[in-house]
């Protein structure tokens, strides 16, 4: 997994894998999205598609387009349906896999890159379940387990697909069972039960009862983007009752105040507002710097979210000169779930994803990440309660090492063996030929010509 090393509003900040696609494999680095179950890849010949790594469908020997066109395209986000070889790392490969070929992809050009990664198998549509890649690579036998365990942090990004590796996380996987039936007019499916979110002085900011939350790591939802981006912040039903209590907050410099024009709240960090806009977190980040204090709290266990480089941003250029963007917003809408947790919890926390299969439900399971600033006490927390059917859907193969894989991409592949010289730069390395074996070969003879 590749991600940022800090979060910085109105750049691409969303987390990529390297998945291949095509015969042989082309490496694209899809956007990851926790809530949605969409597997695309933008066409090499896409307009206004953003990213470095599209996918060249005449490359690949596989490749079959349906002729069908994307049953939820706009004008600014369209495609087709096609099947393609999807695979991971050369270890997992899933022959004739559904997906959306985009060749316009103006709309998200901000929010995806390359293609869109969806983790999520939607309960409300058994269609998209059962041609999911996860599901497939299930059926076929070729998972440990039923799971994938994700890291989103800058220290050690990770996806693993098949099995949790305990290095990756501390203390006690903290499992939940997710909402098997959401309502359809949510704005999310994927969403769970959660205690509630806490101030600096510990105490819960009072929201109500029964709170349901949901993860977002792209706003992958394609049928609007929200300004803000939800999925770079925490979304809360009302942020005053946060921000209006000091109690909640703790000490920040004053005044606070919103970032015109879409009403995320920006602190005062004048003390570094001549470093704030360079590109390495530390010039930045220093012990003056407004601390944001903000815990989320699940099935009893409190999980802090890092203030620097996730909940404090560096300046940019949505924000007020001097002040730095504070990544937690209102949730105006009265849909579910109550709250939504972004990029700041998810770079905060370990995640764990049970997938649904047979008489088994989805569950998301939370953890520690190893190696980050956590206190013992912290990590030695134990869940209020243990879901139902645990045994049966949450008894998890260990791994017993770590596979590896030698792939072969097609521009490897497909290259000459023989290297050519460069017209007009004399003297540079020679270099080999994409497709040349493919190319009619010229006859200078005229006899044989006529």
Known sequence: MNVPPYLLDGDFTSATVQTLIGTPPQEINLTVDVGSGLLVAYGYDCVLCAGPTLF??????TFEST????????????????????GFGGLFDVADQPLVYINDGSKFASVIWNGHLGLFLNPLNATSISTHFLTHLHQSSSLLNPVIGMRFDAARPKLTIGALDPNDYEGTINWVEMNQHPDASADYYNTFNVDGVKGYNGEFVPFGGNLTAALDSCNGRFHHVLIPPVFISIALPNVDTYFLNTNFTGPIPSPIALIPDIGLVQYNCTLNSTTTTTTTTSSWNTPESPYVALTTSINGVDYQIDSANNLLRPQSGLSSLGYCPVGIMNKSDTLAPDMVFGLPFLRSVYVAYRFPTDSCPGYYGFAFPSGANRTQSQISQTPTSTPTNSAQCLSLIAPTSTPTANVVLAQEALASKETYSIYGRPGASEMPLLGVNDMPQIVWNWTDLS
């Open 56 to 61: 060249d469908s005449s490359l690949s020997s």
């Open 67 to 86: 002729n069908t066109p994307w049953s939820s395209s706009t004008p600014s986000f369209s495609g087709t349906d096609v099947t393609d070889t999807v």
